[in-house]
């Protein structure tokens, strides 16, 4: 069975410092790995998605992750970060055996970013 | 233009009492989801539709029941509410296409709150 991991639930950093917020799935398949980010009050809306090839995937709004099969993360950085940037941060893993389009959620990150 | 809309964004309702979620989405995707967000944000689904056809049916206590009239629409009724069902409920569609590799989009979210 696939799980997500995402060890921090919180994350306070502030305006213009580095952030990276990590996830860690589990699989026995090859799999596909997204971030969703869910502004207060708001739906989820996808930030990158890794498929395949280059580990590295760039994002919206300035955030990229790496794909590490050895390590078995996807952890998700940003540069600087702004104060808009706060939000949940959400870690999704695809990919089963039966093919079914089910995403596995982590229990989600929050970025608290302070001026 | 909304791609995924919900209706009502609001349900505050009796133990007991049978209420609909609605959610309609112009993408012109195949694929249609129901997720549940509880108290603590974790995010789970719930059950999918691929051209009008269950394919994903998780766990779920039968008193829910997922009805799409069509591929734009897919409505959740839940019988005999319980306490426990009070959480945020979300929509959401994808193109169908790429299977597991699919983005979701998301609908704004319906907060069921349950007396």
């Known amino acids: 069975a696939q799980s997500v991991t995402q060890l921090d639930s919180q994350v306070p950093v502030f305006e213009e410092a580095p952030v990276e917020l990590r996830c860690n799935y589990s699989?026995?398949?090859?799999?596909?790995l997204f971030w969703y980010v869910q502004y207060p009050n708001q739906g989820l809306q996808l930030l990158l998605k890794?498929?395949?090839?280059?580990?590295l995937v760039k994002g919206i709004n300035g955030f990229e992750a790496e794909f590490n099969k050895s390590q078995t993360s996807f952890h998700l950085r940003k540069p600087s970060v702004h104060i808009s940037d706060t939000a949940e941060y959400f870690c999704?893993?695809?990919?089963?055996?039966?093919?079914?389009?089910?995403?596995?959620f982590g229990s989600g990150t929050r970025l608290l970013v302070r001026p | 233009d909304t791609a995924v809309s919900q209706t009502p964004k609001y349900l505050v309702t009796q133990m007991g009492n049978d209420k609909s979620i609605k959610c309609e989405q112009n993408?012109?995707?195949?694929?249609m989801y129901w997720y549940k967000q509880d108290s603590k944000k974790f995010l789970k689904i719930m059950f999918s539709?691929?051209?009008?056809?269950?394919?994903i049916n998780e766990t779920v206590p039968n008193r829910f029941s997922p009805k799409s009239p069509d591929k734009a629409h897919l409505n959740l009724h839940i019988n005999s509410l319980e306490l426990g069902d009070s959480a945020v409920y979300f929509c959401?569609?994808?193109?169908?296409?790429?299977?597991?590799?699919?983005?979701?989009?998301f609908g704004p979210g319906t907060r069921l709150t349950v007396l």
């Open positions: 959401a569609s994808s193109q169908g296409t790429s299977g597991r590799a699919d983005t979701q989009y």
């Open positions: 699989s026995s398949v090859s799999v596909y």
């Open positions: 890794y498929l395949s090839g280059s580990t």
């Open positions: 999704a893993v695809s990919g089963s055996e039966d093919s079914s389009y089910k995403l596995i």
């Open positions: 993408l012109g995707h195949d694929t």
């Open positions: 539709y691929n051209n009008k056809e269950l394919i």
